[in-house]
Antibody
Framework: EVQLVQSGAEVKKPGESLRISCKGS????????ISWVRQMPGKGLEWMGK????????NYSPSFQGHVTFSTDKSISTAYLQWSSLKASDTAMYYC??????????WGQGTLVTVSS | QSVLTQPPSASGTPGQSITISCSGG????????VNWYQHLPGTAPKLLIY???QRPSGVPDRFSGSKSGTSASLAISGLQSEDEADYYC???????????FGGGTKLTVL
């Protein structure tokens, strides 16, 4: 069974750094890109970008370029989403997702990030 | 502002059929396939339709998808209370080299 299991909810202050994780299981982790998707409170889904676990190639949506960093560790089948300096506007639910043939087929359960002073 | 355009809401009574539309452009729906997701609050989105009209294993045949040109539709027949959820269309966008989503349609089963 394909599963993407994300790390737990986080509460941070503006300016702090954060890394959340997404562990894949039940499939060959390096065969599929991992995408990250944001859902701000009361809003829809936004694609943030993707990373290739094989070679750590990353592609960011222009809206997120320069503000977040994707990484992967294929030795432990885990992808990461990282911020170096959080803003209140980063408060959202973040989903990792597996990309297959150009579409997302499996999703993680989501990680709620709350940024508040 | 989402790249793909969906109506913000839809509604129907149990047993009825409804259709949700999704409109895009030549760099996304017009040049690739459309996928649909069902999102219940507090849960992970679920793939409902892929490649315009294919259902993953386990998705009831009450759900169907179609595409024509730069638009697509999700049809749900025999509405049930458990269908009440948010529905999103999505497609690969060649300009973005990534996925674009519709703004989501909140389906209410009256």
């Amino acid at each position: 069974e394909v599963q993407l299991v994300q790390s737990g909810a986080e509460v941070k202050k503006p300016g702090e750094s954060l890394r959340i994780s997404c562990k894949g299981s039940g499939y060959s982790f390096t065969y599929y890109w991992i995408s990250w998707v944001r859902q701000m409170p009361g809003k829809g889904l936004e694609w943030m970008g993707k990373s290739d676990p094989t070679d750590s190639y990353t592609n960011y949506s222009p809206s997120f370029q320069g503000h977040v960093t994707f990484s992967t560790d294929k030795s432990i089948s885990t992808a990461y989403l990282q911020w170096s300096s959080l803003k209140a506007s980063d408060t959202a639910m973040y989903y990792c997702a597996r990309v297959s043939d150009g579409y997302i087929d499996y999703w993680g359960q989501g990680t709620l990030v709350t940024v508040s002073s | 502002q989402s790249v793909l355009t969906q109506p913000p809401s839809a509604s129907g009574t149990p047993g009825q059929s409804i259709t949700i539309s999704c409109s895009g452009g030549s760099s996304n729906i017009g040049s690739t396939t459309v996928n649909w997701y069902q999102h219940l609050p507090g849960t992970a989105p679920k793939l409902l339709i892929y490649s315009n009209n294919q259902r993953p294993s386990g998705v009831p045949d009450r759900f169907s998808g179609s595409k024509s040109g730069t638009s697509a539709s999700l049809a749900i027949s025999g509405l049930q209370s458990e269908d009440e959820a948010d529905y999103y269309c999505a497609a690969w966008d060649d300009s973005l080299n990534g996925v674009v989503f519709g703004g989501g349609t909140k389906l209410t089963v009256l």
